[in-house]
Nanobody
Framework: ERQLVESGGGLVQAGGSLRLSCAASGFTFEHYAIGWIRQAPGKEREEISCIFFNDGYTKYGDSVKGRFTISSDSAKNTVYLQMNNLKPEDTAVYHC?????????????????WGRGIQVTVSS
């Protein structure tokens, strides 16, 4: 079965850091764009970061630019999201998504694979 599995979430104080991981099972990330999309209670999904696995191109949303870093490890078939200087407004369920590479990043309702998500809670 092809699926995405997120890990690394949890509870952290404002100003702290977390690293999320997204591992693919049953397929490889080669030829995919991988994105992180979050959803807070009562809010719309927000695309926050994306990486093109083949060439390393990255993209960030304005709300996380300068604080979050996306990276990939082809040997582990895993994408990471390093989150620094976390703020209470970063509290959300974070989903990993994969889209067959075509020059686009996965979006809120555009993906080939969608992970279950992992909770990140930032206390003030």
């Amino acid at each position: 079965e092809r699926q995405l599995v997120e890990s690394g979430g949890g509870l952290v104080q404002a100003g702290g850091s977390l690293r999320l991981s997204c591992a693919a099972s049953g397929f490889t990330f080669e030829h995919y764009a991988i994105g992180w999309i979050r959803q807070a209670p009562g809010k719309e999904r927000e695309e926050i970061s994306c990486i093109f696995f083949n060439d390393g191109y990255t993209k960030y949303g304005d709300s996380v630019k300068g604080r979050f870093t996306i990276s990939s490890d082809s040997a582990k078939n895993t994408v990471y999201l390093q989150m620094n200087n976390l703020k209470p407004e970063d509290t959300a369920v974070y989903h990993c998504a994969a889209l067959t590479y075509g020059g686009q990043c996965p979006a809120a309702y555009l993906s080939d694979y969608w992970g279950r998500g992992i909770q990140v809670t930032v206390s003030s």
